[in-house]
């Protein structure tokens, strides 16, 4: 079946560092590729997609890339904050079709 | 822009009763809107996907007629809750997509059957 797999069910990291979450996908191509930045006890918030064709896209502190060899996303945040603290999740599809989520990526930025 | 709202973001029913969310798309047209469950420390569960003017289409598992959704206008779509029960209880949460890729999420309503 089609997956979306974030292997790291949680990440710790310094502020100050940069905080590379990891995205892979298996069983299918989707077309895009989302992430989001979901706090405790409220919805997803859009940060950014990148399509199949493009292997790199940035806004401000952020990087995600596609890689589709490897079947895999990176998300990165750099000059990491404890504000950026939030759980991550990847997603595979957009427009009109389905999401299929990962299981997210706890981040923890500590002082 | 792109700002998905949910009403109410939380309330608390009686067993047995029916409750109805809201899910508006408040400064583009929704042409697909879909509508998630998650629990405590887990992804989110895709329930339905609604197009306007159509029936909802709903995921292997999920009752049709327990969980109504109606799409009628571009902007809005509501989920209803029938006879809720306890295991009910969960966070629901909406998200919408136009004419652009990106999907986009309302706030969630969490939703307790006593």
């Known amino acids: 079946s089609q997956k979306i797999e974030q292997n790291s069910e949680a990440l710790n990291i310094q502020e100050g560092k940069t905080a590379t979450l990891t995205c892979n996908y298996t069983n299918y191509s989707p077309a895009y590729l989302q992430w989001y930045r979901q706090d405790p006890g409220r919805g997803p918030v859009f940060l950014l997609l990148?399509?199949?064709?493009?292997k790199e896209k940035r806004k401000e502190r952020l990087k995600v890339t596609f890689d589709t060899t490897l079947k895999q996303s990176l998300f990165h945040i750099t000059a990491s904050q404890p504000a950026d603290s939030a759980t991550y999740l990847c997603?595979?599809?957009?427009?009109?079709?389905?999401?299929?989520f990962g299981t997210g990526t706890r981040l923890q930025v500590f002082p | 822009g792109a700002v998905v709202s949910q009403h109410p973001s939380w309330v608390i029913c009686k067993s047995g009763t029916s409750v109805k969310i809201e899910c508006r798309s408040l400064?583009?047209?929704?042409?697909?809107m879909f509508w998630y469950r998650q629990f405590p420390k887990q992804s989110l569960m895709l329930m339905a996907t609604s197009n306007e003017g159509s029936k909802a289409t709903y995921e292997q598992g999920v009752e049709k007629d327990k969980f109504l959704i109606n799409h009628a206008s571009l902007t809005l779509s509501t989920l209803t809750v029938t006879s809720a029960h306890p295991e009910d209880s969960s966070f629901y949460i909406c998200?919408?997509?136009?004419?652009?890729?990106?999907?986009?999420f309302g706030p969630g309503t969490r939703l307790t059957v006593t």
């Open positions: 998200s919408a997509s136009g004419d652009r890729d990106e999907q986009y």
């Open positions: 997603a595979g599809g957009g427009g009109t079709d389905k999401l299929i």
């Open positions: 400064d583009f047209q929704a042409t697909t």
């Open positions: 990148i399509r199949e064709n493009e």
